[in-house]
């Protein structure tokens, strides 16, 4: 059923922010860094909650979650008085740890100067670091698919193997012939 809520709280909040009827669609709603947006977002309240909403507290849970996922399966492990096995683990846990890492280090410098911008935090010219911040932002899209075919140590080494030439060489072992004396009525002849 959650999923069911987010995605209806989604489709209705993006539904009324695109088509608000209440625009003036005269206005052009242009910052540089900051992709345009549907001019509902001029609100001061409606913006901040987007910002928080949707990107900043998104970005938190995921770093957050990650980490308890992490801890949560050492705590069963404990609770079982079974061995931590990183080795069975260590696949989620690269996974997890770059995931946080990566959003918070390219997607979360947007969403707060976005915010910073919007409520008119700062008296600073911040429109070149929102321009650096927000390639970082469209750099998650394109690299985040790597970084999961990164912790799939098979598919690394076969990558290596093929793109990189890393191939191992061939080990020549002599070969032995074997000779097979012919048996008669059971016993070996030449004995």
């Not at 959003?103 to 010219?125: E, H, R």
């Amino acid at each position: 059923m959650p999923p069911m809520l987010l995605l209806i709280y989604s489709l209705l909040f993006y539904i009324l922010i695109t088509f608000n009827p209440f625009c003036d669609s005269s206005q052009l709603n242009f910052v540089p860094g900051i992709p345009p947006s549907p001019c509902a977002l001029n609100n001061a309240i409606i913006a901040t909650v987007d910002i928080l909403l949707h990107h900043i507290i998104v970005i938190l849970l995921i770093a957050i979650l990650s980490i308890a996922l992490i801890v949560r399966v050492i705590l069963q492990k404990q609770k079982l008085n079974q061995p931590i096995q990183w080795q069975k683990h260590r696949r989620m846990m690269i996974q997890m740890i770059f995931t946080s890492i990566f959003y918070l280090i390219c997607d979360a410098p947007w969403a707060i100067l976005v915010f910073i911008v919007k409520n008119n935090l700062s008296q600073n010219n911040l429109d070149t670091p929102l321009i650096v911040a927000l390639t970082l932002r469209n750099y998650v899209m394109y690299l985040y698919p790597f970084i999961c075919l990164a912790s799939l140590s098979e598919l690394r080494s076969k990558m290596k193997d093929t793109f990189l030439c890393w191939r191992h060489r061939a080990q020549v072992v002599p070969l032995r012939t074997i000779t097979r004396e012919p048996r008669i009525g059971g016993t070996i002849l030449g004995t």
